[in-house]
C-alpha cells in the first residue's frame, strides 16, 4: 500500500503550484476566485486517481489525505495574500 501513498502528492503539488501561480500572475481582487477553482480542480484529480487506482481498500483516506492537502495549502495561500 506504500504506493497508493503517492496518489495524493499530485494533488498537493497541483495545489502549490496553482497557488504560487495565481500569487504572480494574478490580480490581488481576483486571486480568491482562482484559488477556489484551483481547489475545485484539486477535487476533481483526487477522484480521478483515485479511480486510475482502482483500489477499494484505503480509498476514504487516500481521498482524505489529498483533499485535506490541498485546503491546507490553499488556505495558507489566501492568508499570505491577505497579508500582502
Known sequence: MTWQKWSVVPVWALS???AVIIGVFEAPELRVTWLAIVLAACVILTFVIQLI???KEGFVARATASMVGALAIVAAATAIFAVI
Open 53 to 55: 487506482i482502482h483500489r
Open 16 to 18: 502549490l503550484i496553482g
